[in-house]
């Protein structure tokens, strides 16, 4: 099975809480059997295009050049590629800035939006299948 991971800057973690969790989980998956692709900022300090088994699709941001308008071209350009490939499953960590081009995610393929909420310093994860 083809999992994709979206709204991430990449792995392995460096940046926070939702690449964290991101790491865990595809390094976990891949150790399933799982065949896993985290979507990855241009701008991460990782190079590879492995992860210990996980591949990595990197994707131009420009963040650094035009400030948090920046992550919305990355998340769309990250879309866009996810349209080209096979993946069985599409799991949307970052749900800011891609909101708006949900409507450009792949059809008929299972999509699992998650939304990362710290409260009181503790990190709580809900997860709705849309299908």
């Known amino acids: 099975m083809k999992i994709a991971i979206l709204g991430t800057r990449g ?3 460096a940046y926070g809480g939702i690449e964290e969790f991101a790491e ?8 399933q059997g799982f065949n896993i692709t985290v979507y990855q900022s241009s701008d991460h300090p990782f190079k590879g295009n492995n992860f210990q088994g996980v591949r990595l699709s990197r994707h131009l941001n420009p963040e ?6 920046g992550q919305f071209i990355y998340d769309l350009l990250c879309i866009l590629d996810s349209r080209k490939q096979n993946f069985d499953i599409i799991l949307q960590v970052g749900y800011t800035s891609s ?9 008929r393929k299972s999509i ?3 939304i990362m ?9 809900q997860m709705e299948l849309l299908v």
């Open 99 to 107: 909101s708006i081009w949900s409507w450009l995610l792949p059809k």
């Open 64 to 69: 650094k050049y035009l400030g948090p308008a």
């Open 11 to 13: 792995i392995p973690n």
């Open 24 to 31: 865990h989980l595809s390094l976990e998956l891949v150790k």
């Open 117 to 125: 909420d710290l409260r009181f310093g503790k990190s709580q994860l």
């Open 112 to 114: 699992i939006v998650t």
